[in-house]
């Protein structure tokens, strides 16, 4: 079976449940809630991270930031080559009950790029602080629902990211000493 029909038999069973999410972003606090996490999860986040754990643990963090900074730089190689190869698009487009609670960085959904982020610089992150994880998982759960809330997901892009992210941070570990 071909990507591009596989895809189609999924999207039809994930509509509704990406109808039913997206229309809690007709609540103006939780549409803004949503686009707030969805903006941080996009590299605000994670780079203020970066810097500040140096920062607030000394040079020893400076190990934890590095190893983040190419885990995200190889994960937005991983994703942008999905993206470009698989080319799955976005429930919005496909759905007109679906509406767009934030415009789009990309064309297409598979997988999902700020879960992907979120799942390996949290898990890359908790390995050496284990301390943020109150702050972390809520953060990390958040973006990935902000997703299909927002209408620029599937649940599969999301889980599929979620995935490829933690396997991108654990296969990290065999290259650090």
């Not at 999207?11 to 809690?24: A, F, P, Q, S």
């Amino acid at each position: 079976m071909r990507i591009h029909s596989l895809f189609q038999r999924m999207d039809g069973y994930e509509l509704r449940i990406c109808e039913v999410l997206n229309r809690i972003s007709r609540l103006r606090s939780v549409r803004g809630f949503f686009v707030a996490v969805s903006r941080l999860g996009n590299g605000v986040f994670w780079y203020s991270l970066i810097v500040l754990l140096p920062i607030m643990h000394g040079s020893e963090a400076m190990t934890a930031s590095i190893h983040m900074t190419l885990v995200g730089l190889v994960g937005v190689l991983i994703y942008k080559s999905l993206k470009t190869r698989l080319v799955r698009e976005r429930p919005y487009i496909n759905r007109a009950t679906i509406s767009l609670g934030t415009p789009p960085l990309d064309m297409y959904s598979f997988p999902s790029g700020h879960t992907l982020h979120a799942v390996a610089f949290s898990t890359v992150a908790l390995s050496y602080f284990p301390h943020l994880a109150p702050l972390l998982f809520p953060f990390t759960l958040a973006v990935a629902l902000s997703r299909v809330v927002l209408g620029l997901h599937y649940p599969t892009d999301v889980a599929a990211g979620a995935v490829i992210g933690l396997a991108l941070a654990y296969s990290s570990f065999l290259f650090v000493a």
